[in-house]
């Protein structure tokens, strides 16, 4: 149930393979705290432009910041709302626009935030445990919720815990769940020696 | 030599720990073709926005496409190219501005491709190799010299190869080579519950 194991023509780790986004949660497993660090230390030690460390993030543990958790909640749009609502911790991912170091706008404030972000759920996947990240949030709304400074950007709002059978969704997304995932072929995406597209 | 364990507050996982930005490559080491696949297989199956997978990848491999790696090199900042030329591999990473699948503008397409890159690297450090991801490199000249669309931002060159002794590179950036890796701690960019910045 853990995971469906991609299609990959040549045998890539395990993480990286089993890493996928579920929809369905243990509604009554919540994470431990020193498991939650772990998740973080990962995206701590992700690499940046200039060791910038660009990206922000804001955990909303349900069952230790619980109106966190539903402010953060209340911003997810609808269709995501059906099934995170199981999830026991959301966390918002933000990039800050400038760098630390001169102020300067860094253009690399986004890919380093996605890069810390996708190393906690890589983290996660090694500790047995289901992300899910999601675009599916009003920005603003968590700006004005959160009190956020303009100096930053919600990138995304990823749903952390352990995953549950499929059965507990409602048919449509049962469905979603069920099935295989999917990439274009390599050679849409990765060229050599030139642009092919 | 291969790596220099983070400080990280509670255990996390070797790929993660391990993962690091040497400068001192060995020249005469190339990368196999299966090798290089698993890389770019690792940067396919991230998770992106959509399922949009907004990345792309010019792999210029010394050993196959020397010219283009040339071309490559030629664009990188000369602080870059000091240590940079011994790496056998060099791939461009860029992130499509639009959607594909509506042709609206995405703007998660620069965090989805930092996911992929570090895929990438992280997958390349499971497999004894080593990354160094550069943002110093002349990303216009890159447009031009490979004839890219302009819907497509260049967001780093990623040097790959096989870590050598620090002995190799010049005094200023052996010293660098062998500093300790730092991160800010885990109080300046993970909050709970709320904004504390």
Chains 1, 2 share one sequence.
Request: hydrophobic share 40%; charged share 20%; net charge negative.
């Amino acid at each position: 149930m853990q995971n469906k194991p991609a299609i990959s023509s040549t045998p890539i780790h395990d993480i990286l393979l089993n890493r996928w986004s579920p929809r369905s949660f243990a509604a009554d497993k919540s994470i431990d705290s020193q498991t939650l660090t772990a998740l973080l230390e990962a995206a701590r030690w992700a690499p940046s432009c200039f060791n910038d460390q660009p990206w922000r993030f804001l955990v909303c543990d349900r069952t230790t910041h619980l109106s966190a958790w539903e402010k953060l909640f209340s911003a997810l749009g609808e269709k995501n709302q059906i099934w995170a609502k199981n999830a026991p911790v959301l966390i918002l991912s933000l990039s800050m626009h400038d760098f630390g170091h001169n102020g300067k706008p860094n253009r690399w404030s986004g890919y380093d935030t996605g890069a810390a972000s996708i190393s906690l759920c890589l983290q996660a996947t090694a500790m047995g445990l289901a992300t899910h990240q999601m675009g599916g949030f009003d920005a603003d709304q968590c700006k004005q919720l959160f009190d956020l400074p303009d100096t930053c950007s919600p990138m995304s709002v990823i749903a952390v815990g352990y995953q549950a059978a499929a059965d507990q969704l409602p048919a449509d997304l049962k469905e979603t769940e069920l099935k295989a995932r999917a990439r274009k072929p390599l050679s849409e995406c990765f060229y050599l020696g030139s642009w092919e597209a």
